[in-house]
């Protein structure tokens, strides 16, 4: 086995070259750990993000839920209009207008901010979660099927009644899994 120098020389070299390879295996596990806590850093930072936006959403629009509550819905509304143009980015504002307008009774107008609110935000349609609107969603769509798909029916020549049958059709493929 050790007989010659050049049998002394191979068996170093293999040696090395082991050596060498458990020694870049080690440190390509402790790569991947730092990957796998950094990633785990973003998730929290997601979560976190979330929970605050949630938060802010609670402080922001209290005052229209407590008007809503109080059965001051004009008061409520014009307050929603205010947040909606300071924030107009923000979602929660059209959800807000749409599930008052339905209590109100105008459902076209609900299905149109209910329609504004998804295309900023889909997490109110997910089954969980703080913001989820689903059910009331659901039962938009098919109150606006039964209403709207009536008139649109009886009056195929009213655009305004085929584009607000339209957007009932869009909630309910978004309700389906579908994408924008």
């Known amino acids: 086995m050790f ?6 020389i191979s068996w170093t070299l293999l040696a090395l070259i082991v050596c060498a390879a458990l020694l870049l295996l080690g440190l390509n596990r402790e790569r991947e750990s730092g990957k ?3 990633g785990l850093t973003r998730v929290l930072e997601r979560e976190m993000a979330y929970r605050a936006r949630v938060e802010l959403i609670d402080k922001l629009y209290a005052p229209v839920e407590a008007l809503r509550k109080g059965g001051n819905s004009q008061a409520a ?7 909606n143009r300071k924030y107009p980015g923000e979602a929660h504002g ?10 109100m009774g105008a459902l076209d107008e609900a299905v149109a901010s209910y ?3 998804v295309k900023l935000n889909g997490d109110y349609l997910e089954d969980k979660g703080p ?13 606006g099927l039964k209403s709207i798909g009536v ?13 607000s049958l339209h957007k009932v059709n869009y909630l309910k493929s978004r309700l389906a899994g579908g994408c924008e």
């Open 3 to 8: 007989k010659d120098i050049f049998d002394r």
């Open 36 to 38: 796998s806590s950094a």
């Open 77 to 83: 509304l014009m307050r929603l209009d205010e947040l």
């Open 94 to 103: 059209h959800i807000l207008q749409g599930e008052i307008q339905k209590e």
């Open 115 to 117: 329609v504004e609110g």
């Open 131 to 143: 913001l989820s609107r689903r059910r009331e969603i659901q039962q938009l769509v098919e109150d």
């Open 151 to 163: 008139r649109a029916a009886a009056n195929p020549g009213n655009r305004s009644l085929a584009a």
